[in-house]
Each structure stands twice: as structure tokens, then as C-alpha cells.
């Protein structure tokens, strides 16, 4: 099983940016996904997540309004959008794919993900 995150990069406060996660091995349908974020100096965080099942979509209190998770069946792919970013959204992007259908107040812990991609560097610069 293999998830690839990627589509960071340098973006100027207020811009946006669209991550995807691919996946081999498994089918996404089947699992909730999860973007987490890690800055620097910081713990990682939960930003977003969704439950393939019922397409139930979470949010950090910091991505809601500004992110959208959005998934791809056909290219087994899950995205996020994210809108006006701002320096404090500077960080490295993770995506993780969990077998259990998480709920709102499990989405976010890191130990129910199974699978993990690498990581993309999103950076928010003037």
C-alpha cells in the first residue's frame, strides 16, 4: 500500500493551493482519509478528513471555511482545496488512510491511520 501526497509548493498569503493524495494497494472508497499537517516546532495535526461510506467530511477549526476535501473515485484520488492561506498554514501536508469509518471526535488522532504518504511542503510567503 502506497499514498503519495503532493501538490505543495511557495504561495503568497491569501492564495490558494489543491493537494492530492493518491493511493495503489487499496481503494479509498473503502476508507476515511485524512489530511494532517505538521509545522515547525509542532505536533501534527488533523485538518481534514472524510468518510468515503457516506462522503461525511470534517474539518479543523482552522481549514473550515477555507479548505474543502474532495474525493475522485475513478482516479482513486482524495484533494484538498485550500483557499486564502495564511503564514500560520505553512507546513508539511500528509495524508493517511484509515480502515475504520471514523466519526467526528476520531478523525483527527493519528493512531486510527494505518497508511501514511510522505508528505508535501506547503509554504506561505510574501
Known amino acids: 500500500v502506497q499514498l503519495q501526497a503532493y501538490g505543495g509548493g511557495l504561495v503568497q498569503p491569501g492564495g490558494s493551493l489543491r493537494l492530492s493524495c493518491t493511493a495503489s494497494?487499496?481503494?479509498?472508497?473503502?476508507?476515511?482519509i485524512g489530511w494532517f499537517r505538521q509545522a515547525p516546532g509542532k505536533e501534527r495535526e488533523g485538518v481534514s478528513g472524510?468518510?468515503?461510506?457516506?462522503?461525511?467530511?470534517y474539518y479543523s477549526r482552522s481549514a473550515k471555511d477555507r479548505f474543502t476535501i474532495s474525493v475522485d473515485s475513478a482516479k482513486n484520488a482524495v484533494f484538498l482545496q485550500m483557499n486564502n492561506l495564511q503564514p500560520e498554514d505553512t507546513a508539511v501536508y500528509y495524508c493517511?488512510?484509515?480502515?475504520?469509518?471514523?466519526?467526528?471526535?476520531?478523525?483527527?488522532?493519528?493512531?486510527?491511520?494505518?497508511?501514511w504518504g510522505q508528505g508535501t511542503l506547503v509554504t506561505v510567503s510574501s
Open positions: 472524510i468518510r468515503r461510506i457516506n462522503e461525511q467530511r
Open positions: 494497494g487499496i481503494s479509498l472508497g473503502y476508507y476515511t
Open positions: 493517511a488512510a484509515s480502515p475504520s469509518g471514523l466519526i467526528a471526535s476520531t478523525w483527527s488522532r493519528e493512531s486510527q491511520y494505518d497508511y
